[in-house]
């Protein structure tokens, strides 16, 4: 069985420029979540989709950052404009079942550098 | 404010003695804990995990215990190995709410 995908692994950009990150689930994991892991720190959650539908969205900062997860699949993480700040690694991750106790299947991870 | 708390940073053991990573949280609504395992440049994998109702889990070299009047839960790696070194994280959650990460504590076995 094919593990959660992401890419780019690495990504270098200017700050105030546009990026965006791709996740692509395990293969029939309706509930997928992007997190942000700093150095040093644990993973963070940006958003969590059940299908594709933004459950819990808390924690993305809107004005920047923005999720799309069309047709329940794939997802996209975008942030626009950039900040030094931002520098950090992206995780994705899926669990198949909708709410309650999932253990979460993690991608490899994007790792952003803002210069 | 800190919900799930890894007070070592890191931890160094022989092969084949016991590791011990330990793991405190304060949020007394958390009923579900688990441990991811983390290599560099991958992303985390699951271990193991326990629910509120137990207070030990095993699984093969892994045990999880939970000392809920404490907050307290331990992860038990017996025997240790060198491929055991890697980034252990805590992880909680209560009903359906998100998973709530510690900081993590770097495991280093010694051949």
């Known amino acids: 069985e094919a593990g959660v995908v992401q890419s780019p692994r690495y ?4 700050k105030k420029q546009p990026v965006a990150f791709w996740c692509n689930p395990i293969s029939g994991h309706n509930t997928l979540y992007w997190y942000l892991q700093n150095l040093g720190q644990g993973p963070e959650l940006l958003i969590r989709y059940e299908n594709e539908e933004a459950v819990d969205d808390s924690q993305l900062p809107k004005d920047r950052f923005s999720a799309e997860r069309l047709k329940g699949v794939d997802s996209t993480l975008k942030i626009q404009p950039a900040e030094l700040g931002d520098s950090a690694v992206y995780l994705c991750a899926s669990s198949p079942r909708l709410a309650g106790y999932n253990e979460q299947f ?4 994007t790792r952003l550098t803002v210069l | 404010d800190q919900q799930v708390k890894q007070n070592s940073p890191s931890l160094s053991v022989q092969e084949g003695r016991i590791s011990i990573l330990n793991c405190d949280y304060t949020n007394s609504m958390f009923d579900y804990f688990l441990w991811y395992k983390k290599y560099p440049a991958e992303g ?21 215990f939970l000392n809920k009047s404490a907050k ?3 992860l038990h790696i017996v025997p240790s190995q060198p491929g055991d070194s890697a980034v252990y994280f805590c992880a909680a959650q209560g009903g ?14 010694n051949p």
């Open chain 1, 11 to 14: 990504k270098i950009i200017e």
């Open chain 1, 106 to 109: 993690f991608g490899p991870g």
């Open chain 2, 96 to 109: 359906s709410e998100k998973l709530v990460f510690g900081k993590g504590t770097k495991l280093t076995v």
């Open chain 2, 72 to 74: 307290h839960l331990s």
């Open chain 2, 44 to 64: 985390p994998t699951f271990l193991i995990s326990i629910s509120s109702i137990k207070d030990k889990n095993e699984d093969g070299r892994f045990t999880v």
